[in-house]
């Protein structure tokens, strides 16, 4: 006779917090120079609104995360161009530690970018292995407003 294994609790709060997130598609968004940050559904490119098991399904549970991070720029002539580069850490981590991974990515891609040109930055933290094309990128920058932004006070 077969033994079943033990329950854990843990694992099972972890697959369910992953499940919701792909379910829903979520990304967490960042963009400067405002400062703006949320959550995003990456397919329809709709806010979603913030929610303790949502942020705890983010924040709470170590994912393999997968990071996006762009400069758009406007030249002389008006035409928009981005910098970007997508970034992915191996193994998993929770989203507090996340933050030197994407501070060094991103302070190299703003440092490389023309200051003349630069109209906005940001980054896109996707908690799954998932790649993002550059149209995918940009159709979440522009659901967020990154080109007509304020500046935060």
Known sequence: MKKRKPNNMRT??????????NANHVAVVHIDPS???GMINRKSCTSIP??????????????????YVSVQCRDQRGHRYTKSVE???QGNYLAAHLE????????????????????????????????LTEEQAAQVF??????????AA
């Open 12 to 21: 099972r709060i972890e697959r369910a917090s992953r499940a919701l997130l």
């Open 35 to 37: 400062g703006r940050q």
């Open 50 to 67: 913030p929610g303790q098991r949502m942020a705890e399904a983010v924040c709470d549970v170590a994912h393999r995360w997968t990071i």
């Open 87 to 89: 970034v992915a850490p």
């Open 100 to 131: 030197d991974v994407i501070e060094d990515t991103y302070k190299t891609l703003v440092a490389e970018s023309n200051p003349n040109h630069r109209v906005a930055s940001g980054w896109i933290a996707i908690p799954a292995e998932i790649s």
């Open 142 to 151: 522009d659901a967020v407003g990154v080109w007509d932004q304020q500046r």
